[in-house]
């Protein structure tokens, strides 16, 4: 009896509490670094491994699963035991002769029987608590972890869609001052990159201002310098070549 009592102890006062207080933390609408934090603690409860390996969950499902089909097979023979005595002394089976024995019963054997039947009835419904806690504990951390990862990849596909657009992005407005700090982070970094580009386009403006007009005042030069050398040519033939009266005087003194 006292093992059995020592068993019920560590079902009632170790294994029962865990599952209903992470299965209520659970299901409050906490922010999602809190929800991120004890889904991280109830991942480790649930690993958590004893007796050579064996996860706390399976443990505990086995711990309190047992009880449960033996209280309850408990219960259902005890209550044969109750009902069925009428039967077997009265022969017929019939309600009256069930009474008839049921009176006929010492009261030190009914209370006995009695008090066993609620004993067992009470070991079921804890067994049975324990082992429906542990079931929606691991049932709400799989949901929980879903919404979480469903919500992640929403606002990643936000974030997507605003760096597509060039705008803030909507999720940096709901993390607080890191957010905000992120988001004029980069409206500072785009301003930057404006600015810079701006003063790329202005030096490319008057770098081709100044090879225009480079180019323009060379090609000047040569068309000038052109022009003077066409009229050198010109003066130098003319200062060769004699004149009419003059070759004849030479034909003439040659003769």
Known sequence: MGSAMSGWKLLSNLLLPPPLVLTLLLALPLPRAARRQLLELTSRVLSFTVLGGVKLIHFALLVSGLPLLDSGARTLRIGRELHGAGGAAGGDGSAAASDAARLAMSANVRTRLLASKWREERNFWI?????????????AFG?????????????????????????????????????????????????????????????????????????????????????????????????????????????????
């Open 127 to 139: 067994s049975a608590l324990c082992f429906v806690s542990w079931a929606l504990l691991t049932v």
């Open 143 to 255: 949901l929980v972890r879903q919404l979480i990862a469903l919500e992640d990849a929403r606002e990643a596909l936000w974030d997507e869609v605003d760096d597509l657009r060039q705008v803030p992005r909507r999720t940096a407005a709901k993390k607080g001052s890191g957010g905000a700090s992120a988001a004029a982070g980069l409206a500072a970094g785009r301003a930057r990159a404006g600015d810079a580009g701006a003063a790329v386009g202005a030096a490319v403006g008057r770098a081709r201002e100044a090879v225009s007009g480079a180019v323009t005042g060379a090609v000047g030069r040569a068309r000038g310098a052109a022009g003077a050398g066409g009229d050198d040519d010109g003066e130098a033939t003319t200062t060769a070549l004699p004149s009419p009266a003059t070759a004849t005087r030479r034909r003439a003194g040659a003769a």
